[in-house]
């Protein structure tokens, strides 16, 4: 039996309450980072107004958008989207170098999160387990690396280039081709450094902030849709399918589908097709929205009904039963 888990904003937020889900960034950039925020009204000029209000717009819609500006206002509002990630991430999953370091050399939880939960279950997980992840931040890479003791980003040898030049980093995250649970960062990571035309990736112990030089950033993110993706993620995206089509299951955790984001719902469908839906297993949780409610608006309308459904989320601000029960349910 193997196993492939799809995670998205939900599962990061079931961990950090105030973590921001895509259609809430914006607010909540808001009321953090206004300055931030203002840039990127301004880098949008004509594309917000009073009936379009730039906290009330999804923050993928608008990365997509900047695809399609002029080459100037392009850059400048991926620049600004780009500082708003860091910056509102960083701060809320614990992503930083900083963090990571005190976590792994010593912090512990006093309630074990789900993917803890679920990551030290090596009777169950096995080496054919892997994940895929649409979140740029390092909640899930973290506790890997706290099992594992390093971490595979399912890259191809040549590819990546491990930044060892740092003399300031506490510490090394031990990356290799190999070992458990491989996680495919499909949309890009906050700790990965574009080099060489995006052919390579420099890999820091945390996430980095975005530099800019008035062609491209630093930062390898991609917003969900893009059509041209960059060569270290195409590769990626590679790897993944390949693995995804020989699982025999696929759990989807936290993940609302972004219908922009046709690629990865091709793949599902892909998944579907070849495997059956019965093999596909979603766990919600989506703040304000029900398991029923949710199921509605997207997974029957993308990918069809008859596929196991977990609606009781595993939000560790409620009822900490909810853990145990979607561990059951994913091994069940």
């Not at 193997?2 to 921001?20: D, E, H, I, Q, V």
């Not at 949008?44 to 009936?51: F, I, P, S, T, Y």
């Not at 993917?115 to 890997?144: A, H």
């Not at 025999?248 to 955790?253: A, K, S, V, Y």
Request: aromatic share 10%; with cysteine; net charge neutral.
């Amino acid at each position: 039996m193997s196993r492939a888990f799809l995670l998205g904003a939900g599962a990061t937020r079931a961990r950090y309450g105030n973590a921001p889900l895509s259609n809430d960034f914006l607010e909540k950039l808001m009321r953090k980072h206004v300055g931030l925020f203002n840039s990127i009204e301004k880098s949008l000029h004509g594309h917000v107004d009073k009936n379009n209000p730039l906290d009330e717009m999804n923050i993928e819609k608008v990365m997509t958008l900047a695809y399609t500006l002029e080459e100037e206002n392009k850059n400048a509002l991926l620049q600004c989207v780009y500082s708003a990630i860091y910056e509102l991430l960083a701060e809320t999953t614990e992503s930083t170098e900083e963090h990571i370091y005190t976590y792994l050399t010593g912090k512990r939880m006093t309630e074990p999160p789900l993917l803890r939960t679920l990551l030290v279950d090596k009777k169950r997980l096995t080496r054919d387990d892997f994940f895929m992840t649409l979140n740029y931040d390092l909640y899930l890479d973290r506790e890997i690396i706290s099992v594992n003791g390093g971490i595979n980003y399912g890259l191809n040898e040549g590819y990546r280039q491990v930044n060892s030049g740092r003399e300031y980093s506490a510490y090394r995250i031990p990356v290799s081709s190999d070992g458990l649970y491989p996680v495919y960062h499909l949309h890009g990571s906050l700790n990965w450094e574009n080099t060489l035309n995006g052919h390579k990736i420099i890999i820091y112990p945390g996430a980095i902030r975005p530099l800019y030089n008035g062609e491209e950033t630093n930062l390898c993110l991609m917003p969900p849709g893009i059509k041209e993706l960059s060569p270290i993620l195409k590769v990626i995206w590679e790897n993944a399918e390949h693995k995804l089509l020989k699982s025999d299951e696929l759990i989807i955790i936290g993940c609302s589908l972004n219908p922009e984001d046709k690629k990865l719902i091709d793949l599902i469908r892909t998944f579907r097709d070849k495997k059956g839906i019965n093999k596909i297993k979603i766990i919600h949780y989506i703040p304000g929205l029900s398991g029923e409610e949710y199921t509605d608006l997207t997974f029957e309308n993308i990918i069809g009904v008859g596929y196991k459904g977990y609606g009781h989320g595993f939000n560790l601000n409620g009822p900490s039963r909810n853990t145990p029960g979607a561990i059951k349910f994913i091994f069940s």
